[in-house]
């Protein structure tokens, strides 16, 4: 666990000294975008056009924001355009490694690099910052295209559209408001919210983060007892933003993170709607609850100091949802 400065790794823990104990993440620093011709994004640098075989994602699939780009590479039908490597679940001294040693875990399939670290290096040898998952690589150019998921998702929902013939729309025009006041409240106290209450050094904090949060589940839950997605009748980035913390939530977020009030499962809507999504074609196949359980449980000294990595929940992702009734 560390970050690079200058090129060099260094260790530590989060410092939340600085903060009053509470958790601040800090903003990634690759921030270009696809575009179907390579025309420039709303940030970044131009040059990166959506091509077949170009790009390569570094992913954890015990990561949630890793989770959201590996569910829009299934969903836009990109897994045959853009590969991926997936990273080791343990997040030790020296950050996400290649090893192999765990199913799932497949190393670095373009260089056969040690560590995840290697990877921003190579993009720039001065790089400084969190080395964090996923990254989108550029095979032809050899660097790092974007490392935000959030970008990552919108790209993937529309560049490639004219290679692959999938114009599914998650992020609709008429919607896209909507759809920001809904993530922005989800991001802050849900997504963002479970690492705020479960990284807090103080009291002060975690109750400042754990208060919001449940508040936000309660409102979800009202919203989806209404509406079968948080949109209506149609599914949207905004849905599958908010399935990867439902997912590991009672496995990882309510034990390790003591976001403990209550459980997805005691929410009849939520844990309906949560099933909804993992039934959804290709997103099963995205979800590995033996890394999610294992990279928190392992990962996070401070928390779990002896790294005891807990048997259950048994949860019955499986079982059949009956959202179809909702007609709105
Ligand atoms: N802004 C990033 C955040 C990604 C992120 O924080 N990933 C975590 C894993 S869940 C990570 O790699 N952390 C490593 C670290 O902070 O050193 C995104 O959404 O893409």
Not at 73 to 85: D, E, F, N, Q, T
Not at 122 to 131: C, L, M, T, Y
Not at 148 to 154: F, G, L, P, Y
Not at 312 to 328: I, K, N, Q, S, T
Request: aromatic share 14%; proline share 5%.
């Amino acid at each position: 666990m560390g970050q690079l400065v200058d090129g060099t790794w260094t260790t530590g823990w989060y410092d939340t000294k600085k903060s009053g104990g509470a958790f601040k993440r800090t903003t990634a620093g690759f921030r270009n975008w696809i575009t179907p011709d390579g025309a420039p994004g709303p940030s970044g640098e131009g040059g990166f056009a959506a091509e077949s075989g170009r790009y390569h994602m570094y992913v954890s699939y015990a990561c949630p924001w890793a989770h959201r780009t590996l569910i829009f590479r299934a969903l836009k039908g990109l897994a045959p355009h853009v590969g991926v490597s997936v990273v080791h679940p343990d997040m030790l001294e020296d950050g996400w490694s290649f090893d192999t040693e765990f199913p799932g875990a497949t190393g670095d399939e373009l260089f056969g690099l040690a560590y995840l670290r290697d990877i921003y290096v190579r993009a720039d040898p001065r790089v400084s910052g969190r080395v964090t998952v996923p990254v989108l690589w550029d095979r032809e150019r050899e660097t790092i295209v974007s490392n935000e998921s959030s970008e990552i998702i919108r790209m993937f929902n529309s560049a490639f559209d004219g290679l692959t013939g999938n114009d599914l729309d998650f992020w609709p025009a008429p919607l896209r408001s909507e759809i920001e006041d809904v993530n922005s409240r989800i991001y802050d106290t849900l997504n963002n919210g479970v690492y705020k209450a479960g990284f807090a050094t103080t009291q002060a904090a975690y109750e400042a983060a754990v208060v919001p949060l449940f508040e936000t589940l309660d409102w979800l839950e009202r919203c989806l007892s209404e509406h079968r997605y948080l949109m209506g009748d149609r599914v949207t980035e905004a849905d599958w933003r908010l399935f990867p913390t439902l997912v590991r939530f009672d496995a990882v977020y309510h034990g390790h993170f003591k976001c403990n009030r209550r459980r997805i499962v005691d929410y009849p809507n939520l844990w309906a709607y949560t099933r909804e999504l993992y039934q959804w074609p290709g997103v099963r196949e995205t979800v590995h609850l033996d890394h999610i359980t294992r990279h928190y449980h392992y990962s996070h000294a401070t928390i779990n100091p002896h790294r005891i990595v807990p048997v259950g929940p048994v949860l019955d992702f499986e079982m059949a949802h009956g959202r179809a009734a909702m007609r709105v």
